[in-house]
């Protein structure tokens, strides 16, 4: 198993290497840098601001790239990539900053450590916290005043996808000394773990709170298919974001977390043989529904570093047999096709009717970052 594995892996960083150098012909490697997420409905690439979620995750691609074959050209578009998102660290108009600057700058500076990326790493932190609920003890992750998100009668909207920021905050700390940004997260992950899950270990996509006294007013789902369903990225974001809580803080009740909503998923009905979820575990028409593989890139990954906390758990062989379907054809693109991503079938929102079915960049980003793990 383990050398068909390391035979499968390899495959898999040749065929990111030639796929990645189309893809790069493609965006361009020099001059305006463009952000690319996904492709349209008519194969072409979509590119998006920088102030959009995803910003940071083709950047993320290639340091991945960089780290997996030692090829100097990805660090060098890698940094490219990074560097055009530096205003980024005083945004606080949305939280996915950990997101953005995570799979950037924060890879950047894992692999070369530099003052200047340091000071957007915790310039990041300190505009993320800006969006701190004392009262609630949570990071807002919406505004309400425009948008669909003023449609939903909400007042302090967090979703579990901001769990995936908390990863920059406790860097933050280390880098800066300064633990109000650790304080920041140990309180969301806390609030998070009362507040967002049910009995069976799975996740509500949003919970609504009183700014003020934390008191919960919804319990919503926004990108899922019901308010009471079981969106399955919303679970993926729940296990890695657990996961990392625990690297850091070594406090079990979040490894705790991060395993019983892997079981919840692993005894799902409704989980496929091959592990690619469906977008939602209760979608109406299964086994007739578009399945996520960001979903599955995103455990996989996290799975590998679950491994090395549990290793009595099969983790690795489980996150091997993830990895092995989606280098399968059925996930995989051919070479040149799909707007030269790796992976094929993810999903963006389907309530939204938006990336159904597509290629995304972090599927791609938690893929590669998986086979690094590995
Ligand atoms: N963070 C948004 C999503 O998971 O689609």
Redesign the pocket.
């Known amino acids: 198993m383990k050398q068909r594995m390391d035979k499968i892996a390899s495959d898999d960083v040749n065929f990111a290497t030639r796929q990645y150098t189309l893809m790069l012909d493609q965006v361009g490697r020099k001059g305006k840098v463009n952000n690319p997420r996904t492709i349209d409905k008519l194969g072409r690439l979509v590119c998006v601001p920088i102030d959009d979620?995803c910003s940071g995750f083709f950047a993320g691609d290639l340091w991945e790239m960089y780290k997996l074959t030692g090829d100097k050209q990805w660090a060098d578009q890698a940094k490219r990539f990074t560097e055009n998102l530096d205003s980024i660290q005083y945004l606080t108009w949305h939280h996915?900053v950990g997101?953005m600057i995570g799979s950037s700058y924060l890879n950047g500076y894992r692999i070369n450590p530099s003052k200047a990326y340091k000071k957007v790493i915790v310039q990041t932190a300190k505009s993320l916290s800006t969006r701190f609920r004392k009262g609630a003890g949570v990071i807002q992750s919406w505004n309400v005043d425009r948008g669909w998100q003023s449609k939903r009668g909400w007042t302090c909207p967090v979703?579990i996808?901001n769990m995936m920021n908390l990863e920059l905050l406790f860097e933050a700390t280390k880098l800066s000394g300064d633990s109000t940004y650790w304080k920041v997260a140990t309180s969301h992950a806390d609030a998070t773990l009362k507040n967002h899950f049910r009995e069976d270990g799975s996740c509500y996509h949003v919970i609504d709170y009183n700014p003020n006294t934390g008191e919960v007013l919804h319990k919503h789902t926004a990108?899922g298919y019901a308010h009471e369903s079981v969106w399955a990225?919303g679970q993926a974001?729940a296990i890695y974001g657990f996961t990392v809580c625990y690297r850091y803080t070594k406090n079990q009740k979040y490894l705790d977390q991060a395993v019983r909503t892997l079981n919840m998923m692993l005894r799902h009905p409704n989980m496929p043989n091959d592990l690619v979820p469906y977008w939602d575990l209760n979608a109406p028409n299964i086994p007739n529904e578009p399945r996520d593989v960001s979903t599955a890139a995103c455990i996989a990954s996290a799975l590998y570093e679950m491994d090395k906390y549990l290793p009595e758990n099969g983790y690795h062989a489980l996150a091997d047999r993830i990895m092995t379907s989606l280098s399968s054809p059925a996930y995989l693109a051919e070479l040149g096709k799909n707007g030269c991503w790796l992976l094929m079938h993810s999903v963006?929102?389907i309530p939204h009717g938006a990336e159904i079915d597509v290629p995304l960049n972090y599927a791609d980003y938690y893929f590669l970052e998986a086979l690094n793990r590995r």
Do not use: K
């Open positions: 979620w996915d997101f979703i996808d990108q990225r974001w963006g929102s």
